[in-house]
């Protein structure tokens, strides 16, 4: 199958731009000027593409509770943007719990799901007095009754059901069926949820459900959905109240050329499954929010040209700073920053990073434009599962984070310095 070349990798991504003197931009900043004010590589995220799609995904579902999956990047910049365009937050540790609470979001517009929570992280959750705690299994619950009853704190759960539904996605990012880690089997959350309905200090809201990520069809969803909508139902037939539906995240991002899902229709399979059951509904997106607000902007060391082979274009970015094509074998763009350097004919090329790794592959057979040393690149949809993956494996500094915002280029994290690496260390 043909990649999509520099031009239609633009077309589709209205935040970028080609400029004929000033090369790639990021809504309207120049990338070069960035590279040139903070180096590389360098993280890029687009605070008006985020607002846009936060306002997208809220008017597609106005009557679903909208909880931001903080996994997806969690820098408070970013936080901070998406707790005032009037999301809620989804977390899954007690670090991501006290960003979120750092970021602005709302106690009660907090969910905090995840499979293995701790007495200690779930204890601050209560006593944070959190939206809800998505319970992944009947251990769990009873402990989160003891630690509720020990406090004197009510808290608020739901019971995440595992549908045994295949999400059709990556091995590694689906989370619904029955061999997965997740949640409670549909056959086993009615003695459990009956139990807890008489538990002191416990509220318990509803069931919830996620079933994978990177979804572009509706059919996964509808099955999950029905389930879920099929054990409301028989739940309240034996008399037990289930006012709300966490119905999870995994609305896919079309990182090459895929047909991508609309958050409208989305929208219509909830709104199908649930119709008439009074529920009230969320849902918790990360990936869709923000993976094509960013990118990573990293520089040409050099490029090897070996036995008349396919050049190798080797970058300062690396593995430890973007990991998704090397965990996942995941399809990113990447294209030339600098004006000349858009419009020059392509050539096939493997673009790879400098960590001392077989897997450090940004991409392998990919057209490209040749590229002195010192050029740039962006590599794109960078925003979800980028920084917040990063490591700093080979003794690589973490990478600078910058915020585009209204035609202006800010700061959001420092680069890392080699001695900040072993500041904590003891040598006894």
């Known amino acids: 199958m043909t990649a999509p070349s520099a031009a239609e ?136 009754a003891a630690l509720a009853e020990s406090l004197g704190r009510t808290a608020r759960v739901a019971f995440r059901v595992n549908p045994d539904v295949d999400a059709g996605t990556h091995e590694k990012i689906t989370t619904g069926r029955a061999t997965d880690k997740f949640g409670i089997l549909a056959e086993e959350i009615f003695a459990l949820y009956a139990q807890a309905a008489k538990a002191p200090f416990i509220d318990v809201r509803g069931l919830a459900v996620h079933i994978g990520s990177q979804i572009f069809s509706t059919e996964p969803f509808d099955a999950a959905y029905a389930k879920i909508a099929g054990l409301v139902r028989d739940l309240r037939g034996a008399g037990l109240t289930v006012p709300a539906v966490d119905c999870g995240g995994g609305l896919g991002v079309a990182y090459r050329d895929e047909a991508e899902m609309l958050p409208e229709a989305w929208a219509g399979v909830i709104a199908k499954n649930f119709a008439g059951l009074d529920v009230s509904r969320a849902v918790e997106p990360g990936r869709w929010l923000v993976a094509p607000a960013g990118l990573l902007l990293a520089r040409v060391i050099r490029t090897k040209r070996a036995g008349g082979g396919r050049p190798v274009v080797v970058l300062d970015a690396a593995m430890n700073d973007l990991v998704r094509p090397a965990m996942y074998d995941s399809w990113h763009g990447i294209i030339p920053v600098g004006p000349a350097d858009l419009v020059r004919a392509p050539e096939f ?19 490209l434009a040749p590229l002195a040393p010192g050029a740039l690149v962006a590599i794109l949809d960078a925003g979800a599962y980028g920084a917040v993956m990063s490591s700093t494996y080979n003794a690589r500094p973490r990478a600078a984070a910058v915020l585009v915002d209204r035609g202006r280029a800010a700061l959001i994290t420092s680069r890392q310095q080699p001695a900040d690496l072993f500041e904590g260390e003891k040598m006894p």
Request: with cysteine.
């Open 9 to 144: 990798l633009l077309a589709a991504r209205p935040h970028l731009a080609g400029h004929a003197f000033d090369g790639l931009l990021l809504e309207d900043v120049p990338l070069a000027g960035i590279a040139q004010s903070f180096g590389t590589p360098t993280y890029v995220y687009g605070a008006g593409t985020i607002r846009a799609r936060c306002r997208r995904l809220r008017d597609a579902m106005p009557c679903v509770a909208v909880h931001y999956a903080i996994k997806a990047l969690d820098h408070l910049a970013i936080l901070s943007l998406i707790a005032n365009e009037g999301l809620g937050a989804d977390v899954v540790s007690g670090g991501e719990l006290l960003r979120a609470r750092r970021a602005g979001f709302e106690p009660r517009k907090i969910v905090f799901s995840g499979v293995g929570k701790t007495g200690a992280e779930l204890r601050q959750a209560i006593e944070a007095d959190i939206g809800q705690i998505n319970v992944e299994s009947a251990e769990e619950f009873w402990e989160i």
């Open 349 to 367: 090329a493997d673009i790879v990073g400098p960590v001392c790794e077989s897997s450090d592959v940004f991409a392998r057979n990919r057209m």
